[in-house]
């Protein structure tokens, strides 16, 4: 999809996507559990709880805008994961899709291992206490204190991203007297069923070594040769949001024949994999994303199929899924203010956050849903935009939705699924304050990640 910039700002308010869903649904106040995390819905009184609180408590004591992370959802999805791969093979939580040192704790007790990809993510990964061989450092462009610290931690792997990167970490690990655990990345030449910008896996682009040309075996044969470096595996990631099985089975395809060259060239069978993450997740009730259970069914299948053609032992698989964990568990809780009806289009319904909490509709097209959560309402559905506080025409939250048409200044709104990727790529725009975390369970609340203080912005700019 090409990303030219629009004459007149993103979208003229006229201009609805291709194929869009006029018809508003059929009860605005019904929560589809596709979208929603597990413990949500309507007490008797028609406000929206989650974890046993209602967001009238919730938006009172901790305000608003705020993300709320339903823990017991987060648990079970990270849990659905690592009984869905079993004893025999490893998840990675991609820390990327969202990262505190409470979610760090619930993954070590899950049984899960971290993902990271630059300092700040292993800086709070050892903090939360993740042991450091369950870590896995990535990155295209790591640099030689991250290495270092990386090493020096003793983190499970370092995935190596380039050919300049596997002398840059051979030669840190040998000064430190180390050898270091690594898997070498490659890109596999699919073309995920993704947006452009979350893609990674076709070759004209900056992560990892195309396996085309021998590119990714040259690779290989040079960091078998360096003693700072054991080299366990191939890494391959290929996109994000992707709900079709197919890439990954190219993927491993083409993974397991590099194995087969390997093994050939080098009689060495290396005896890890790892197919990254990327898997998909509901964010509008249109969405029809897979389980866990389905996708390592798939992937193992694939992958021993595979193996067996090549007469190599099975190895170990790893997948590194960080929105299908944190995704669905999370809302955020906006307060509406100003409500503008443009005659003859639609209704723009501002909230108290926007473009700072979550850049991902302004920055992909990405879809969302929103619902009236502090009470319900038997009103005529009217076609919104809900759009945040910033100066920008682009600051939009959902691009098209339904809510009542008595809505009004002071109700709440809900977004659910942003759990990934909107707090972790949140901005201080316009001054704006980054919100709180909060994490619900069985009737408590607790903030995890505090909202920013004017303090807090004014301590960075020195004057
Ligand atoms: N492993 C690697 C090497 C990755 O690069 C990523 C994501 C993941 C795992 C996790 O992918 P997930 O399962 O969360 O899709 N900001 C974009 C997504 C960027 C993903 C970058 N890498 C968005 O908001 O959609």
């Not at 395809?253 to 898997?279: A, M, N, S, T, Y």
């Not at 503008?340 to 920055?363: C, E, F, W």
């Amino acid at each position: 999809m090409s990303r030219s910039a629009h004459p007149a700002g993103p979208r003229h308010a006229d201009v609805l996507p291709e194929g869009h869903y006029f018809a508003p649904p059929a009860d605005l106040n019904a929560l589809d559990p596709k979208v929603w995390a597990h413990t949500v819905g309507r007490n008797a009184d028609g406000v929206v709880a989650v974890g046993g609180i209602d967001v009238k408590a919730l938006a009172e004591q901790f305000g608003t805008p705020a993300y709320f992370i339903d823990e017991a959802d987060f648990r079970a999805r990270a849990r659905a994961w690592r009984t869905a791969f079993g004893p025999g093979a490893d998840v990675f939580y991609a820390g990327k899709a969202f990262l505190s040192r409470a979610v760090v704790r619930w993954l070590y007790e899950e049984g899960l291992n971290l993902d990271v990809c630059s300092g700040g993510e292993l800086a709070t990964a050892l903090s939360g206490g993740m042991p450091a061989d369950r870590i896995a450092f990535h990155g295209n462009n790591k640099s030689t204190e991250e290495i270092t610290r990386a090493i020096e931690s003793g983190v499970g792997r370092i995935v190596l991203d380039s050919f300049q990167e596997i002398v840059r970490v051979a030669h840190i690990a040998s000064s430190l007297r180390r050898r270091q655990r690594v898997q070498i990345r490659v890109t596999v030449g699919v073309e995920a069923h993704t947006h452009e910008f979350i893609a990674t896996a076709h070759e004209d682009q900056k992560f990892g070594i195309p396996l085309a040309d021998g590119q990714a075996a040259e690779a290989v044969r040079r960091a078998l040769q360096l003693e700072g470096l054991e080299v366990i595996g191939i890494h391959s990631h290929i996109g994000s949001q992707i709900f079709d099985m197919s890439g990954f089975e190219v993927a491993a395809h083409r993974v397991v024949g590099l194995l087969k060259d390997i093994r050939d060239e080098h009689g060495i069978e290396l005896p890890e994999i790892d197919l990254g993450g990327g898997l998909g997740i509901a964010y509008t009730s249109d969405d029809d994303p897979r389980e866990p259970h389905e996708i390592a069914k798939a992937l193992t299948e694939i992958v021993s199929r595979e193996c067996e053609a090549a007469r190599l032992r099975t190895p170990r698989i790893s997948v590194e899924p960080g929105r299908a964990i944190v995704g669905p568990t999370a809302f955020t809780l906006y307060e509406v203010g100003t409500i503008k009806p443009l005659d003859g289009l639609r209704t723009y319904v501002s909230v108290d956050g926007g473009m700072s909490d979550n850049i991902r509709t302004a920055l992909y097209d990405a879809d969302y849903s929103v619902a009236l959560v502090s009470r319900t309402s038997d009103a005529e559905p009217m076609l919104v935009r809900v759009v945040g506080k910033h100066c920008e025409s682009g600051d939009i939250v959902v691009r098209d939705a339904f809510l009542p048409a008595d809505l009004a200044p002071g109700d709440l709104l809900a977004v659910p699924a942003t759990g990934a990727y909107c707090r972790s790529m949140a901005s201080n725009y316009n001054h704006v304050l980054r919100p709180p975390v909060v994490a619900v369970n069985d009737g408590e609340a607790r903030v995890i990640v505090r909202r920013e203080t004017q303090e807090d912005l004014l301590r960075l700019d020195v004057g």
